[in-house]
């Protein structure tokens, strides 16, 4: 998925967290990506654990979440295989929490891609807090895949 088209003026916005429901979402949005010949923009998160009060020290000196997320973003577009390797990719690792960096990537963007429920939301939520945010404060269409059941 290097991309064999020139830049195009079109971006289409996903966000990824590795949940099967961010990975339907990130397909659906390289198939509309590949047939209206957008940008597919790929966007994931991450933010340091936080305590209350607590040192880091529980941490290993090696961990690096932003190398973790670039990884899961990695594999996820990876499996996107040889079916959208015509399609312009850009890969987005963004520090904070998914919901105002979401909204921020919409920014200019054709549409915003979003699954139901990812990592972190309760499995009986119709909506997850993520979807919600997007879906009502995004600067540009947004779409909201749910999970088939």
């Not at 659906?28 to 936080?50: D, N, Y």
């Amino acid at each position: 998925m290097t991309g064999t088209q020139a830049t195009s003026d079109h971006r289409i916005v996903v966000g990824v967290d590795g949940s099967d429901c961010s990975l339907a979402a990130l397909d659906w949005a390289a198939r509309q990506a590949k047939l209206t010949g957008a940008t597919l923009e790929a966007v994931i998160t991450w933010e340091w654990p936080t305590t209350y009060g607590a040192a880091f020290s529980f941490l290993p000196a090696n961990y690096d979440p932003s190398a973790d997320a670039r990884t899961v973003l990695d594999q996820a577009l990876k499996a996107l295989g040889e079916t959208y390797r015509d399609v312009e990719v850009r890969s987005v690792v963004v520090e904070g929490h998914p919901a105002p960096a979401l909204v921020d990537a919409s920014r200019g963007a054709d549409l915003l891609v979003v699954g139901s429920r990812g990592h972190g939301e309760f499995s009986g939520m119709l909506l997850g807090s993520v979807s919600q945010h997007c879906a009502t404060n995004a600067r540009c269409p947004v779409l909201v895949l749910h999970e088939r059941t």
